[in-house]
């Protein structure tokens, strides 16, 4: 059972994070008349230079003593690409800004809060996007029909991993959601 204080700690944690990475990426922008494809192809390549970030933790090696789920992500990365190449646009991510070395599991935990925040946060962006019958006619959605697909089981199966990180590390997962959403940001601007 997850520790609804612990993740209340971690969302009052990274709220300023949050919301100033929200700001910045300014998802709303997709939401409003006219359709603006290049913000939509920049967006999905900073997702897509993100997910590949998070997997690389996972092929380090590290221990990780509660299996978090759906993660390495290769779908998502598969999608993403996908999309991009629909989009016609470079996927490569040359340039992009290294993450920091995970220090250990929980801190991983915490980047993929970011991941499947992100994830949830899509879905708003996704309903507002098929109003626009120029998205539609891309055929560039794989991405945002994964991130909805089983969303709401997805979360809660993630929320128990992250339960026993924040149990056993509650500051390695802030660092690591920290340095997620300060990594999100970085490609961001980077891409700009």
């Excluded at 971690?10 to 910045?24: N, S």
């Excluded at 993450?99 to 915490?110: C, I, T, Y």
């Excluded at 946060?121 to 560039?140: C, D, R, S, T, V």
Aim: contains cysteine; proline residues 5%.
């Amino acid at each position: 059972m997850m520790d609804q204080q612990l993740l209340h700690n971690l969302r009052a944690q990274t709220r300023p994070l949050h919301d100033r990475l929200e700001a910045i990426v300014d998802g709303a922008r997709l939401m409003k008349p006219p359709f603006d494809q290049p913000h939509y192809a920049r967006l999905l390549r900073a997702h897509l230079a993100f997910n590949l970030s998070v997997n690389e933790q996972f092929a380090s090696g590290m221990p990780f003593e509660v299996r978090i789920p759906a993660w390495p992500e290769a779908d998502r990365v598969t999608a993403l690409k996908e999309d991009l190449k629909a989009l016609d646009v470079n996927a490569a991510g040359e340039g992009m800004p290294a993450m920091p070395l995970a220090e250990n599991a929980a801190f991983v935990a915490g980047l993929c809060y970011v991941a499947e925040g992100a994830a949830m946060g899509n879905q708003m962006i996704y309903k507002a996007l098929l109003q626009h019958p120029e998205f539609a006619a891309l055929g560039a959605d794989r991405y945002m029909q994964q991130s909805k697909a089983g969303l709401s089981g997805r979360w809660k199966a993630f929320q128990q991993a992250l339960g026993h990180y924040l149990k056993v590390s509650e500051e390695s997962v802030i660092a690591g959601a920290k340095a997620g959403f300060l990594h999100f940001e970085g490609i961001w601007l980077a891409l700009s």
